[in-house]
């Protein structure tokens, strides 16, 4: 597919007290998912940019860090609109689930939990309020837009949220409660409950079913029931999809694509659901993004499709094409996935080298994993045991995760050290509020992070490009991408003697070019194959 060139404002915001920054120049850079820097977010816990719709910020029964915490769509809109994400060279902003979620508590044996995190659904067709309102999230995809930032939205279709005094049971030919899943084949890992009191989809019945009783109600307590059934209508005429249970969630799910443009789904617990439901929301998905380009021409950012990637928990980037069921072998990506998350990464990058981790990687994403890609991490908001859980080893995470091919994920806070030991129970460790007031827009970690994921933003053959290696000692290696008549070319030296350093380029760059250091902002030339630069610094980012 042809990807048009775009104008991208990078702005490496080095900001003071008085807010003052400086703007580098403007990049023309294709833009490819195969090297996309995702930032990834609780909204809750993100920042809060609207007081008064902290509904349930205060809850006395509520566990460590487990009710709602106040961050909201318009503290996303602020960092958007401060830069904060540009200076990152973030691509796209990954939000957890924003429908509205259960309002009663569950105790899930760490204390009284909320639905803050966005996974328990209690109706796919309304925003949550304690985060915001669909015109905050309208303006939110806008605000991004703008920015040459694209959106990711999480959903969920495995389950509702748990059943509480005030969010009632879905009806039986909607849900089941039993039995929980053993995770032994695929019947163990599909046609059960995740935990205990997580009501699961039948999408294995295929059988047609009428509007659950407890949207009926709610929609006309709300005075909206007329305006749904007449959507509902309108739909099922116009796809001829029968009234499965799924296809009513796929229905309201694509109206987000529909009527704010997002740009892609994370789609929560995929290997819970049988491929058929992934084969047919993608496929709408896609066809709606399509309509939406075409009736929003001034907002389109590019011409790649809808963009899906996918939570196959332990999905290893080793496993190729195929997710191991226990019993079966199962390819996401034949069901329409672009992308899968790699949950190999954070092991890799621990017991690999940087030549043994880029050649691997190299050579997976280039053979069999071909027109497809994954995205790495080293911390997510439910991976108890993340690359870096003391926040000892912080510069390297960095180096690693953006200088690796494939996908980036930053989860919030990783560029500031955001802490995951805080003294709450299980996951809940991992979702600390985002401490701005602590946020030195001048620390060296930030500034190192910013740096990597300026040159990555602007630089496709970073993620998507084949590797070459050129020196192990200082570590040297070269990316290439070619995209129609663009082609990107850089080179990278990482654990290079600080002060004075000669660097051989290979065949990358011929003598008399003319390069510059995105790490030091120096710029070089090339003479007998080499570079001498003089910087205080042991990485060197090279490019013309």
């Known amino acids: 597919m042809r990807i048009k060139v775009l104008f991208i404002l990078f702005v490496f915001v080095f900001a003071c007290k008085t807010k003052e920054s400086e703007t580098v120049s403007i990049t023309k850079v294709p833009f490819t998912w195969e090297n996309a820097t995702v930032y990834f977010l609780l909204t809750d816990r993100f920042n809060d940019g609207d007081s008064s719709n902290n509904l349930d910020t205060i809850t006395n029964k509520a566990a460590p860090y487990r009710g709602f915490m106040g961050g909201d769509l318009k503290g996303v809109i602020q960092k958007i609109e401060d830069g904060y994400f540009d200076s990152l060279g973030v691509t796209a902003i990954w939000t957890t689930p924003i429908v509205q979620n259960i309002l009663g508590s569950v105790d899930e044996g760490t204390g009284i939990s909320y639905g803050f995190h966005g996974y328990w659904t209690r109706d796919w067709t309304e925003v949550d309020e304690r985060i915001g309102t669909r015109e905050d999230f309208k303006n939110m995809v806008k605000a991004a837009h703008k920015h040459g930032i694209r959106v990711l939205m999480d ?3 495995n389950h509702t949220g748990p059943v509480t005094p005030v969010d009632p049971l ?4 909607w849900v089941k409660t039993e039995p929980q899943c053993v995770y032994k084949n695929v019947e163990s890992t599909i046609n059960c409950t995740l935990v205990k009191n997580l009501p699961d989809i039948r999408t294995e019945d295929n059988k047609e079913v009428g509007l659950p009783t407890v949207l009926v109600e709610k929609w006309k307590k709300e005075g909206r029931y007329d305006q749904e059934v007449k959507e509902l209508e309108e739909y099922f005429a116009r796809t001829g999809n029968p009234r499965y249970n799924y ?6 799910l694509i109206d987000y694509i529909k009527e704010y443009g997002i740009d892609g789904f994370r789609i929560d617990t995929a290997k819970h659901v049988e491929g058929y439901v992934w084969k047919a929301l993608i496929k709408e998905a896609k066809e709606a993004f399509l309509d939406w380009k075409k009736l929003h021409p001034e907002e389109v950012l590019d011409d790649n499709e809808f963009y899906t990637v996918g939570e196959v928990y332990n ?7 195929m997710y191991d069921y226990g019993d079966k072998k199962y390819n996401f990506f034949a069901d329409g996935y672009k992308s899968l998350i790699n949950f190999d ?3 890799d990058a621990t017991r690999s080298t940087y030549d043994s981790l880029f050649i691997k990687y190299d050579t997976l994403l280039h053979n069999n994993l071909k027109g497809y890609t994954v995205i790495n991490y080293i911390s997510s908001h439910d991976d108890g045991q993340p690359y870096d859980v003391k926040r000892e080893k912080t ?3 960095a180096t690693k995760l953006l200088l690796c091919q494939g996908g980036a994920q930053i989860y919030y806070g990783d560029e500031v050290a955001r802490t995951l030991q805080v003294p ?3 996951d809940a460790t991992l979702r600390s509020f985002m401490d701005w007031t602590s946020v030195s827009t001048q620390s060296d970690l930030l500034t190192h992070w910013r740096k990597l994921g300026m040159f990555r933003a602007q630089h496709p053959s970073i993620g998507a490009g084949r590797h070459t290696t050129i020196s192990q000692m200082p570590y040297t290696f070269s990316r290439t991408w070619s995209n129609g008549s663009f082609t990107d070319q ?3 030296v990482l654990d290079a003697p600080k002060g004075k350093k000669k660097v051989v380029v290979g065949e990358v760059f011929k003598d008399g070019d003319l390069l510059i250091d995105h790490y030091s902002g120096k710029s070089v030339k090339v003479s007998n194959g080499q570079i001498t630069i003089d910087s205080q610094f042991d990485i060197v980012l090279l490019s013309k």
Request: aromatic share 28%; no cysteine; charged share 10%.
């Open 170 to 173: 879905w009806p039986s030919d």
């Open 345 to 347: 990464f954070k092991y």
């Open 490 to 492: 850089t080179l990278v």
């Open 247 to 252: 296809y009513y969630i796929i229905k309201w």
């Open 424 to 426: 709450a129970a299980g």
């Open 315 to 321: 999905y290893f980037i080793g496993n190729g094409l």
């Open 395 to 397: 510069f390297e995470s």
């Open 155 to 157: 959903i969920v279709l």
